[in-house]
């Protein structure tokens, strides 16, 4: 294949495949241990691109409580236990009806927020800016803060996980 040849097909493994737009190149990619790694620029590290979404949430009222996860147990007596550094990028809460209250983010049983989503006033909120880096082993919790008399009504939330590479 000549050079023109090759020039077209790294276009189209660039643009069409990978949608590297101008804002990104090849280099921008790597393989490491089996696993495909971007290069997230607007957070200044090497992430996956295959992604954990950890959620809890609670039928009925939640008051200054931990949600919980799918198997009922709330978040706090057990969490998500992540099996590699990672990176919080993205947060959601949502609830049945307009409420005040906060997501926060907890880890190994601490009471320190690791992230935190404020809702006011609203029945749901989402942010993809997220940037909060967590380690390996680390277990992950949310708690539902509010200042609501009777509580929040339904609350829903998730966080996206990606594993984090200092390696590269």
Request: hydrophobic share 35%; with cysteine; net charge neutral.
């Amino acid at each position: 294949m000549g050079t023109c040849g090759t020039k077209i097909k790294q276009h189209i493994i660039e643009h069409e495949i990978l949608g590297i737009d101008g804002g990104g190149s090849i280099t921008d990619i790597q393989v490491d241990g089996g696993r495909l790694w971007v290069y997230d620029s607007s957070r200044s590290k090497w992430l996956s691109s295959d992604r954990l979404t950890a959620s809890a949430g609670r039928a009925g009222r939640a008051k200054n409580s931990y949600l919980r996860l799918h198997d009922g147990q709330t978040s706090n007596l057990t969490g998500y236990r992540l099996p590699r550094d990672a990176t919080i990028t993205a947060m959601m809460a949502q609830t049945r009806n307009v409420e005040t209250w906060t997501l926060r983010v907890r880890k190994n049983g601490s009471a320190t927020n690791v992230a935190s989503l404020v809702l006011n006033g609203v029945d749901g909120r989402h942010v993809i800016t997220t940037n909060v880096d967590l380690d390996e082993g680390d277990q992950v919790q949310f708690y539902a803060d509010t200042t609501e008399i009777l509580g929040i009504r339904d609350p829903f939330v998730w966080i996206e996980i990606a594993w984090r590479n200092t390696n590269l």
